[in-house]
């Protein structure tokens, strides 16, 4: 054969195995250590992946590994998508607040009065907070404010809450709990209900949503409505190095698919799943508790010094957690 007739069998042949690939598209790995039947998939990973396959012709898909199917441990959920475990990855900063401190001012007291404005104001804080991830931020969003569920006794008052062990997923809670008296820890949110029903922990500083999703009105007894509003940020993040292998469309068809609306998204579930919680236990005759308006100044009080030091950390280039909490309040400095 002679050799041009070669080189352009040669060239048909690697345009063809092209065009096959490019027909049978790319499949994205999603990793969540949540189950199927958690609202963040319906409200938030259904419609990702069914916008980028509509969009894509089907050449750009989600394939859901749900319930720890890619990693077990969800405070590691991060560090397996940096390493390609997972393409895409579902997860909480505040179980590693080291690594986002400027995202865990969420959890700044008043930031987040409720899921939709804590989200917007993530997103109004996205120049500095996008900065501290590694990955790329697909979304972001924030829960109801926490409550205090408990096995054990009311909670009326900050001094009730003196000694009791009381479990927060956010790592970034426990100085704020601590500083009422209760012994706190960090806990992941799945493993809360076993630790409350066995008396491991007193009561839960959780999110609403948590009654329902994690069926934690089943242990509990009391919950203490208005604690100071403290909320939890929720990511979908991508591997960086697997986003920038995508090809300037595929990487349109992505974009186009996510930030502030997909995090809206998440965080209307989030609303509706805690009234889903919230009736269940009403239902179950579980007590509300709502704590008075002295009362609520005098925990403000003691949390003084924790905000204190939240609002004069140092984040670099000139920044600190001042500057980042008036980012997101849409406030001039």
């Given at each position: 054969?002679?050799?041009?007739?070669?080189?352009?069998?040669?060239?048909?042949?690697?345009?063809?195995?092209?065009?096959?690939?490019?027909?049978?598209?790319?499949?994205?790995?999603?990793?969540?250590?949540?189950?199927?039947?958690?609202?963040?998939?319906?409200?938030?990973?259904?419609?990702?992946?069914?916008?980028?396959?509509?969009?894509?012709?089907?050449?750009?898909?989600?394939?859901?590994?749900?319930?720890?199917?890619?990693?077990?441990?969800?405070?590691?959920?991060?560090?397996?998508?940096?390493?390609?475990?997972?393409?895409?990855?579902?997860?909480?900063?505040?179980?590693?607040?080291?690594?986002?401190?400027?995202?865990?001012?969420?959890?700044?007291?008043?930031?987040?009065?409720?899921?939709?404005?804590?989200?917007?104001?993530?997103?109004?804080?996205?120049?500095?907070?996008?900065?501290?991830?590694?990955?790329?931020?697909?979304?972001?969003?924030?829960?109801?404010p926490k409550v205090l569920i408990s096995a054990t006794r009311r909670i009326d008052e900050a001094d009730d809450l003196r000694g009791m062990i009381v479990s927060a997923a956010s790592a970034q809670d426990v100085a704020y709990l601590e500083r009422v008296g209760a012994a706190a820890m960090s806990l992941p949110t799945s493993e809360a209900h076993q630790a409350l029903t066995t008396g491991a922990i007193d009561a839960v500083f959780a999110d609403p949503s948590t009654l329902a999703s994690f069926s934690l009105w089943e242990p509990a007894e009391y919950i203490t409505m208005n604690f100071p509003p403290i909320a939890s940020a929720f990511f979908l993040l991508m591997n960086r190095d697997v986003y920038a292998e995508l090809s300037a469309e595929e990487r349109a068809w992505l974009d186009d698919a996510s930030g502030l609306e997909l995090s809206l998204r998440g965080a209307q579930a989030y609303v509706a799943t805690a009234r889903r919680g919230l009736a269940l236990a009403e239902q179950d005759g579980i007590e509300f508790i709502t704590m008075s308006d002295a009362e609520l100044e005098k925990i403000y009080s003691l949390f003084a010094p924790v905000m204190d030091e939240e609002l004069q950390r140092e984040f670099g280039n000139g920044l600190t957690g001042a500057d980042v909490v008036a980012l997101m309040m849409g406030q001039d400095r």
């Open positions: 054969m002679a050799p041009r007739l070669k080189l352009l069998i040669t060239v048909a042949a690697v345009f063809c195995t092209a065009c096959t690939s490019s027909e049978q598209g790319r499949e994205l790995r999603l990793a969540s250590f949540v189950g199927s039947r958690h609202p963040a998939v319906a409200a938030v990973f259904d419609p990702f992946a069914g916008e980028l396959a509509s969009v894509s012709g089907g050449r750009l898909t989600v394939r859901q590994f749900p319930g720890a199917t890619l990693n077990s441990a969800p405070a590691q959920q991060y560090s397996r998508l940096l390493e390609g475990v997972a393409d895409i990855s579902f997860g909480l900063p505040g179980y590693t607040m080291q690594r986002f401190p400027m995202t865990a001012l969420l959890g700044f007291p008043g930031m987040s009065p409720d899921a939709i404005t804590g989200t917007e104001r993530l997103w109004q804080g996205m120049p500095a907070i996008g900065a501290e991830y590694e990955a790329r931020v697909l979304g972001l969003w924030a829960a109801e």
